[in-house]
RNA sequence: GGUGCGAUAGCAAAGCGGUUAUGCCCCGGAUUGCAAAUCCGGUUAGCCCAGUUCGACUCUGGGUCGCACCUCCA
């Protein structure tokens, strides 16, 4: 039985899909104005883990995360850029997706954006306001008034009193309460007229809350099973979608609500803000990306993930460990053809770990104890688990020697860039192949120290070589 | 100030009221021409103070420290 930990109750729960055997799930997704960081690779990482594990758990899931490609800091980007919002947006999602391959993260079964769901956001804020939980302010926009939700805080547990409180800016004095939010801006005569939609209230754009409250009930119905985002949404953003659809529909919006921990650099938040930030493509350039992969699903998604190139180390050699055992005894199977028997006791308790809540680092030690076996047993048929209880995780697809050669560098001559200073200083291409026969007619001819000489200038280039009885191979370090 | 989360070995990171987490690093051994990989074994734990218990890293209470949210943020 999967148990989820909701946040709205503080406590692991028994999932029960709202139909049997189906799972809607919405995810919170991007603001497409600058490429992702490793803070949104952990949002689609782990959101990703959870739609594959729903999957082979033999749900029908429609999964859905959306795109925010209209909002204020879009539409000054645009402005500095001198580009128009749709062709800055573009670029950014087109980026987006780059990034969510080669993370190995799977398209969502939708991807609304929020420009296509104008409609429905009006719809919405003119039902709250028919509702009398929406009210149209002095300065033209239209706000939701918190006072008229009683549920308001139920998320982020917290009082209105608490909120108020902690206030620390500057109250607009249009709203009724501090605390309330708009749902509608009214246009400027500043912005471009891309970002200008008409409506009842006169021309303008949606606030950012209800953006999502609309494509998810219009996509997935108003009550569905598992709304996700990551911890800084809590509040007020999924707060506030709560307010905004369980005021407008006047139904439960949804049963189970996940949160994902922070990446975090030196012991502090990665975000825009504080500038301390990681693109993934950054981090692509110095690691397999499924490596990125790996290092995210080593940790429990709501526990905080410190970010360094150290750690990532780490993570590239734990996945070397399990490639290596691949290399050396290789499935007999591909992935497809492998059925698991989830009664084997490794199987087992890799389900049990991700039925808790997904606990993928407790998977990951199943994983590990598989390689051993398979080191010790050489057997295919645990091979074959692994390869396979990987694939459930989005891991191990890689032919493993693609993966120790280094991604799509396989040739034989390489050219090598970064990690070679002796070589690369002289501009030389190093064919590997052929060092790794002079070695052998050197080793045949017993003369060590040739052969020790070609192994360290290969090692200096970052190539190291694996003697074996049936002959040499090699690898990245 | 309010609210919430956390503190595990050199590093990272889980479960668990009593029995090896796991990976990386380190040490010894096997193997190897020497290495690498692999295997066998080993060293390093549970912030502090009380309490409950036959027994606590695990439960309870109190500290201390850290982080996050309360403002756009994944």
Known sequence: MLKIHNTLSRDKQDFIPIEPNKVRMYVCGMTVYDYCHAGHARVMVVFDMVYRWLKASGYDVTYVRNITDIDDKIIKRAAENNESIHALTQRFIDAMHEDERALGVLAPDHEPRATQFVPQMLEMIAQLEQNGMAYRAADGDVNYAVRKFPGYGKLSGKSLEDLRAGERVDVADSKHDPLDFVLWKHAKESEPAEVKWESSWGPGRPGWHIECSAMASEILGRHFDIHGGGADLQFPHHENEIAQSEGAHQCQFVNYWMHNGFVRVDNEKMSKSLGNFFTIREVLKKFDAEVMRFFILRAHYRSPLNYS??????????????????????????????????????????????????????????????????????????????????????LLQQPPIRFLQGGERIVATLHLTAPAPTLEARGEALDIDALIEARAAAKQAKNFAEADRIRKELLAAGIVLEDSAAGTTWRRA
């Open 309 to 394: 190139d150290m750690h990532i180390d780490d993570a590239k050699s734990a996945l070397t460990r399990l490639y290596t055992a691949l290399k050396d005894v290789p499935p007999s199977l591909p992935i497809d053809a492998i059925q698991i028997d989830w009664d084997v006791p490794a199987a087992k308790a890799f389900k049990v770990a991700m039925d808790d809540d997904f606990n993928t680092p407790e998977a990951m030690a199943v994983l590990q104890g598989l390689a051993k076996e398979i080191n010790i047993s050489k057997s295919r048929d645990v091979a074959n688990l692994l390869l396979a209880l990987g694939g459930v995780l989005g």
